[in-house]
């Protein structure tokens, strides 16, 4: 029987089979000699071991077409990062690390920005300009209203999407409001570890309908740029694409370089200084890192 692993509590793994429910199930300890692990998005063969009590055994893992390390989870589509238009306030830098990653991993990514209801127009305007003219889709919701929330579930069809967020942004509320039945009823909670219903300090799969998936993952507070150097940071912001090779300087980092085109078209506005400042802040903290 095949199906898609949407949460995994200490060596417990829910999968979901469609159209038949979830499974308790156990990974075969093969696995851990093979130095494999079970994340939450795989796509897994399991046997049944009893079916009054819906409880399996995995024993296979599929190819992952990717895998992201924080959060732990396979098989993404695209990914959806929320935030608050206000209450509390976008930390742009912490938006810009995850954007990095993303682009690190070659995961699409959209921006959501909810509690529309609660910002100023010129917020929702310096949003827009500083990252749609990146080229990063945003969309504004908001779950009181329900504005902006029928746009984004038009992005999220036929996609298993990952969203993540910090605390505080109505991440599990929009969640909720996109799907018809689960209100976290998809978390099984194991009966053996005596559990208490689904909170977000754990990866979960939820199926909203027939190959479309949110993967919720728990609020982040920050995210460690891992496995990129300073020297090529610079091809994780696509707005400097249309520069790269333009420059004096081969390998140019657009930081101080004379005749520097990123930093000509920073200039001439055509590039945010929001953005430019984020890159900076990161380039100096790789270049540091390289040096402790």
Known sequence: MEGRIIKGIAGFYYVYVPRDGTY???AKGIFRKENKKPLVGDEVQICILD????EGSIQEIMPRKNQLARPAVANVDQAVLIFAVDDPRPNYTLLDRFLVMMEKEQIPVCLCFNKKDLGKQEDIEAIMENYASSG????????QTGDGVGELDELLEGKTTVVAGPSGVGKSSLANSLQREIQMETGMVSRKLKKG????RHSQLIPVREGTYLMDTPGFSSLYLEGIEEEELRF???EFEPYEGQCRFQGCTH???????????LQKKRISSLRYKSYLALFSELRDKRRY
Not at 51 to 54: H, I, L, M, S
Not at 136 to 143: I, R
Not at 255 to 265: H, L
């Open 24 to 26: 308790e199930c156990k």
């Open 197 to 200: 219903r689904h909170t977000t």
């Open 255 to 265: 930081t101080s370089e004379p005749d520097c085109m990123v930093i000509q078209a």
């Open 51 to 54: 079916e009054k009590d819906r």
């Open 236 to 238: 994780y912001f696509p």
């Open 136 to 143: 990063y889709p945003v969309v504004f919701t908001s779950v």
